[in-house]
């Protein structure tokens, strides 16, 4: 007992150098484990798109009077040898409630895709009503692609560089460290390679 406390005693800062760091670690993470439970769960489905053989072309997402969502395509004139002027183009409007996993997948064409000009997509009837517009929730959460984002996993890793990141391809939404994977696969076992257009939220 005597040899502890006379290395305790003459080793005090060693000791404290040890445990100090050990004990800020435990803090921080039970922090972190306490904001991200307590951070409510989303409340509103994310929608997002993404583009096939739009190849120079752009499909451009906007709301109405009414919160519709309505597409156009932007045509271009694509000179490449493979692929005629009056082929189609396509887009997938994903709607995805994060909570169940739950996704729906709305596919539009666009015929004649690589002729100059402005076209309405026809949405075949369906109503997709957003709540809000962009990349923020009225909820307070957040998409971002890891191509061009990264979110803070907290204090401690922006101390120590551990911002958590993600696959080049991951989209997700977050807040407060919460962290939800948006689904981007084509319902058929193939996944989207290339980042999302995100458009925004709704209820629906």
Do not use: C
């Amino acid at each position: 007992m005597a040899f502890k406390s006379a290395f305790l005693r003459e080793n005090f800062v060693t000791v404290l150098g040890i445990a100090l760091p050990l004990l800020l670690v435990a803090v921080f993470a039970l922090a972190r484990v306490a904001t991200e439970s307590s951070t409510p769960a989303p409340q509103y489905k994310a929608v997002y798109a993404w583009a096939e053989n739009a190849r120079g072309g752009k499909f451009l997402f906007s709301v109405g009077p009414d919160k519709a969502l309505t597409i156009t395509f932007r045509g271009t004139h694509y000179n490449g040898k493979d692929i005629p002027n009056d082929s189609s183009a396509a887009v997938t409007v994903f709607v995805m409630d994060v909570n169940n996993g739950a996704v729906t997948r709305h596919t539009y064409t666009v015929p004649n895709a690589f002729v100059e000009g402005i076209s309405p997509v026809d949405m075949n009837g369906q109503k997709i009503t957003l709540a809000a517009q962009g990349t923020l929730a009225p909820d307070g959460y957040v998409f971002t692609n890891n191509r061009t984002d990264y979110y803070s996993g907290g204090l401690l890793p922006d101390l120590f560089g551990g911002n958590r990141r993600y696959g080049d391809n991951t989209n997700i939404i977050v807040k407060s460290g919460r962290t939800y994977p948006l689904d981007t696969s084509n319902g058929q076992g193939a996944t989207v390679w290339s980042p999302v257009d995100f458009i925004g939220w709704t209820k629906d």
